[in-house]
């Protein structure tokens, strides 16, 4: 089955790192992917991996995949502001994504 | 390139009314097309999903439909509306590629009163 578990709450202090944290249960996904929400708006695609890679690198983003464990995590580098938002951790079933419950991300000065 | 619009953005409805919330998408020919719901505090859960013109299948049983009259338009309908249907509904196309994103919509927030 389907089951993606991502804690709900995040809080780091502007300029530091933010790791954020998911696991999910269907061994077969061949792909995850991390999503971001702002207040009000719908859901803007980050980055995704392939099950095969365990690290993938955009600009401030870092993912590390272990499929061992199922665990996948996003980690922002120096966090800002603009980082404020939920973020969802997402694997791909035969014909839908199933999402994680998202974890919002604050980011105090 | 693709564009996915919904509306309206915002619906305050009372219970036992209708609903239609309303999907498009601009630049792709016969996407996947979805319907989820995002309630408050909780993630996303999807409703429904099409491949193709008339072609509708539902996650979970519940008070909506979908339709999809055209290749590029997906509607969302209640006969009579619940106050559990409030919520915030996010519409998503996709392709059947190997990596399978999805894009979303700007969502359309629904208040039943």
């Known amino acids: 089955g389907e089951d993606v578990e991502q804690s709900l709450f995040l809080s780091v202090r502007e300029g530091d790192s933010s790791v954020i944290n998911c696991t999910y249960t269907d061994s077969s996904s061949t792909y995850l992917y991390w999503y971001k929400q702002e207040p009000g708006a719908g859901l803007q695609l980050l980055t995704y991996i392939f099950s095969n890679m365990d690290m993938k690198q955009d600009q401030r983003l870092t993912v590390l995949l272990n499929k061992k464990d199922k665990h996948l995590s996003l980690r922002i580098a120096d966090t800002q502001t603009g980082d404020s938002a939920i973020y969802f951790c997402a694997e791909k079933g035969d014909y839908k994504l199933s999402f994680g419950a998202g974890t919002t991300v604050t980011v105090r000065a | ?113």
Do not use: M
């Open chain 2, 1 to 113: 390139s693709q564009t996915i619009h919904q509306w309206p953005a915002t619906l305050v409805q009372p219970v036992g009314s209708p609903l239609s919330l309303e999907c498009t998408v601009e630049g792709t020919s016969n996407p996947n097309l979805y319907w989820y719901r995002q309630a408050a505090g909780r993630g996303l859960q999807l409703l429904f999903y099409s491949v193709g013109i008339g072609q509708i299948s539902s996650e979970v049983p519940q008070n909506l439909s979908a339709s999809r009259p055209q290749d590029r338009q997906f509607i969302l309908s209640s006969k009579k509306l619940l106050l559990s249907d409030s919520g915030f509904y996010l519409c998503a196309w996709g392709k059947s590629t190997n990596t399978g994103e999805l894009f979303f919509g700007e969502g359309s927030r629904l208040t039943v009163l």
